[in-house]
């Protein structure tokens, strides 16, 4: 059985490099004027898709069917095939010292766990009723599935990107929060990058076309014709609440230090405060 | 390059492409298998990793001396060498690389070495390949260097070595490495390496005083010379590269004082000065500074 599978493998990776479907990922062939829409897994980079689609070009609304046209991500298709397309490119990549440009997307990583338990349900990557403590650890030590875990643990990726580029002109770091709480700000800020100069309604229009209640009334018409989306479950949905905070009813007190012991002093850094914090603090009152 | 000549060789790319895949000989590079249990030894290129392959092999198998016709299967670097092969090899394995951070590398020995130097030798090297001509200038390098256009996916110097440092420095799976003190006492260097491996569940090395000794004179610059001249035509690394410039060079240490302009000098250290400045390496510019400061004062000479 081991020995068909790897024969099929093989016969699989044989076919799509004759024909030159091999997925860029890493191979990308990079261009000095190419902007990435970098982030960690779900971590908002679906929604900053449509927010950067719908705001450079305003012929065709993003949908989940255009979105591999108009905004491609580096995974799914050949190089041949993005050389030809708008070079505003999503990637998941751990620092890259090739991007020119780059819009990099932070996200509360409590939030982020809770969000990729979901997405792994979703995937069929654990089953239903998986312990989220248990998940936690994993999603901490970056043991939760081979692609994954390649970029390295939230922590990593966050600070191979801070560390190595902030400050350089062709760097932007953006909080997945400040971009829900005011979108409009953030674009007109993120906009000299892009080489745009958009007007109030232009902006006003992106970020409408691109609301979480647009985004899943898309979802339930287009899922099963989105790559991403196709060959998962149907029942679980891949736009999930779009909101910050939601980690407080989901994580258990365990997970939350767990994930706040492994990265608090990065989070702090980003902006994100501490449970284990505010705990010192009530106590330093009381005494 | 006109249209035609293009698609002719892409077509030639792909073809060549679907033969490698055919025939399982693509090449590991950033496709590399990674094992839990693997071993890397990192750098920027032109820091001595070369050395440290030869002075490690030498080390641990001390019956069989490391050339430049076994250190491919011995200690193999991953940018010439195939994944297949190299997913057979024994375990655990040791292998060589010049990428930036790469999250799911195990365990990591990194070797920095003042890029000064480094920006002689890597002019020297891209000689060798034909990147650049014989007579092109060091002033004119220098600059090229500092974008890191040669061999870009490794960064620059500075984007690789402070990628490693500043997230694996506190780590106990990483060990940093300075060209400079393997080269000042390569002695104590190597045991600090035994002591990392013997950590990080290597096996057991041999590294008595005496045992040492050999491995590093056996991975000396004159062996190494003479290997690479019986050998230069066939190892991967130097196969196709100009045959009269070598690939084991002066190594030496602050030969940058004799080979680099001034301008160039400052050129890398008002771009790099504090990251240098972090690792050990003295700027020229803060001597001179310092110096500067221990004249008397005498009102206002500039």
Same mark, same amino acid.
């Given at each position: ?127 239903? %009723?998986?312990? #989220?403590? @248990?998940?936690?650890?994993?999603? &901490?030590?970056?043991?939760? *599935? ?5 970029? +390295? ?110 990265? %608090?002093?990065? #989070?702090? @850094?980003?902006?994100?405060?501490? &449970?284990?914090?505010?705990? *010192? ?5 009381? +005494? | ?302």
């Amino acid at each position: 059985m081991k020995q068909l599978n790897r024969i099929g493998k093989y016969l699989k990776t044989l076919a799509s490099t004759a024909l030159g479907r091999t997925p860029a990922g890493r191979a990308l062939t990079v261009f000095p004027d190419d902007i990435f829409l970098v982030s960690y897994f779900r971590s908002g980079s679906t929604w900053s898709r449509f927010l950067f689609g719908n705001l450079i070009q305003q012929n065709e609304p993003v949908t989940f069917t255009n979105m591999e046209r108009l905004v491609p991500i580096i995974y799914n298709l050949p190089d041949r095939a993005l050389r030809r397309l708008p070079r505003v490119l999503k990637s998941h990549e751990c620092f890259d010292p090739r991007y020119p440009r780059v819009i990099y997307i932070v996200r509360d990583p409590r939030d982020v766990a809770v969000s990729f338990y979901y997405y792994n349900l979703k995937v069929r990557v654990i089953p239903d %009723g998986y312990s #989220m403590d @248990e998940f936690v650890d994993r999603f &901490v030590a970056a043991k939760v *599935v081979p692609y994954a875990d390649r970029v +390295g643990c939230w922590q990593d990726h966050v600070l191979s990107w801070v560390r190595l580029r902030e400050g350089n002109p062709g760097f932007r770091l953006v909080r997945y929060e400040d971009l829900l709480a005011d979108p409009v700000k953030e674009l007109t800020n993120l906009s000299p990058l892009l080489g745009i100069n958009p007007t109030p309604a232009r902006i006003e229009r992106a970020v409408q076309l691109s609301s979480a209640s647009h985004m899943q009334s898309l979802e339930k018409e287009q899922s099963k014709q989105w790559v991403a989306t196709k060959d998962t479950r149907q029942d679980i949905s891949f736009v999930r609440e779009a909101k910050s905070g939601g980690w407080r009813n989901k994580l258990s007190a365990n997970a939350v230090r767990t994930i706040e012991q492994a990265w %608090g002093t990065t #989070m702090k @850094e980003l902006g994100y405060d501490l &449970v284990m914090d505010a705990k *010192v603090d009530r106590e330093l009152v009381k +005494g | 390059m006109p249209p035609a000549q293009n698609s002719v060789q892409r077509l030639f790319g792909a073809l060549a492409q679907a033969g490698r895949v055919l025939t399982g000989r693509q090449i590991a590079g950033r496709g590399l298998t990674v094992f839990a249990d693997d071993i890397f030894l990192v750098s920027y290129p032109r820091s001595g990793n070369t050395w440290t392959r030869f002075l490690l092999g030498n080390l641990i198998d001390q019956n069989d001396l490391v050339t430049f016709s076994n250190i491919e299967s011995r200690i193999p670097e991953i940018y010439f060498n195939r994944d297949r092969f190299l997913r057979q090899l024994p375990r655990p394995r040791m292998l060589k690389s010049h990428e930036c951070f790469q999250p799911h590398y195990p365990r990591v020995i990194y070797i920095v070495r003042d890029p000064r130097d480094v920006a002689v030798s890597f002019y020297h090297h891209n000689v060798k390949a034909r990147n650049i001509p014989d007579d092109y200038p060091m002033a004119s390098f220098v600059p090229r260097f500092i974008a890191g256009e040669f061999d870009r996916k490794f960064g620059s110097w500075r984007d690789n070595v402070l990628s490693w440092t500043v997230l694996r420095r506190d780590d106990p799976a990483f060990l940093m490495l300075r060209y400079e003190d393997l080269k000042l006492d390569p002695a104590r260097a190597l045991a600090s390496v035994v002591a990392f491996l013997e950590r990080c569940s290597f096996g057991k090395i041999g590294s008595s005083a005496a045992e040492l000794q050999r491995a590093i004179e056996r991975s000396s610059p004159e062996r190494m010379r003479a290997l690479e001249k019986q050998e230069a035509g066939r190892w991967i690394l130097t196969k196709g590269t100009r045959s009269d410039k070598p690939f084991v060079r002066s190594a030496i240490s602050g030969g940058w004082k004799s080979q680099l302009a001034r301008e160039s000098v400052a050129a890398i250290e008002s771009a790099w000065g504090d990251l240098m400045q972090s690792l050990g390496y003295t700027l020229s510019s803060a001597q001179t500074a310092a110096s500067v400061e221990s004249v008397p004062h005498r009102g206002l000479p500039l």
